[in-house]
């Protein structure tokens, strides 16, 4: 039964991705992509009691910042 949760779950999340793709624009979507991993470390930690360290979460704000400033970049180009 959890198995088939999951794959409904993946399944649903398939369609609403490729939704906000076409609604956002693949440039500028694309780029939230970079985030996934890590809104997946924030929701273990309290969930499944993950340990996390000072370099993951300082790689992760790296990668926010990179994120933040590409996409203004992006912005103000069009």
């Known amino acids: 039964m959890r198995h ?3 794959l ?3 399944w649903i999340g398939f369609f609403a991705w490729y939704r906000g793709l ?3 624009g693949v440039m500028g979507v694309s ?3 970079s985030l996934q991993p890590f809104m997946g470390i ?3 930690i309290p969930l499944l009691n993950e340990q996390w ?3 993951t979460i300082s790689f992760a704000m790296a990668v926010v910042v ?3 400033v590409a996409k203004n970049r992006l ?3 069009q």
Do not use: C, H, K, M
Request: aromatic fraction near 20%; avoid cysteine; hydrophobic fraction near 55%.
């Open 53 to 55: 360290s000072w370099v």
């Open 31 to 33: 780029q939230v992509q």
């Open 75 to 77: 912005a103000s180009q």
């Open 4 to 6: 088939e949760f999951i």
């Open 22 to 24: 076409v609604l956002g």
């Open 42 to 44: 924030l929701v273990s």
């Open 8 to 10: 409904n779950f993946f």
């Open 66 to 68: 990179t994120v933040y």
